[in-house]
């Protein structure tokens, strides 16, 4: 399978929540879009900061798994954000994430997420730790299984 195809067949429930579709794959970059539902929105009606830095989170994530080792897994040590303009309901955001840094122990990423027009809304940056394999079973509870 090609990364895409690898990150379409993990189960990422809360990125089906948000409907975040991913559009593009590769070990040094990732991309997705996303449609401002109702839903997702403070008022006025534009994308609450939190489905923004979800979305980002969710693609720095899967960035950093299509890197990892057999067996190994992760979860974001730090991640930042610059808000800098809003998507309005209806709309359709786009996100990016590519990397700044990918190690044996970290990986760090950074997604500018923009509208439709090409309008910067924001940019994140995080880190995300690599799991060792026997640290990523025990992390998801089936170490023991």
Known sequence: MN???????QALPFAKLLGIKLTAAAPER?????????DLCTSPAVL?????M???DTLGACATVINLPPGAGTTTLESKTN?????PV???????????HRGRRTMVWQTRI????????GIVTQT???LEAAAALSASGRADQ
């Open 54 to 56: 979800a979305m980002a």
């Open 48 to 52: 609450h900061g939190g489905a923004l």
């Open 128 to 130: 995300q730790m690599v």
């Open 83 to 87: 808000f800098l303009a809003p998507a």
């Open 3 to 9: 990364p895409l195809e690898t990150l379409q067949a």
């Open 90 to 100: 209806g709309s359709t955001v786009t996100a990016e994430c590519i990397a700044i």
């Open 114 to 121: 923009t509208g439709e027009k090409g309008r910067l809304l």
């Open 30 to 38: 990732v991309t997705a879009e996303m449609l401002v539902r109702d």
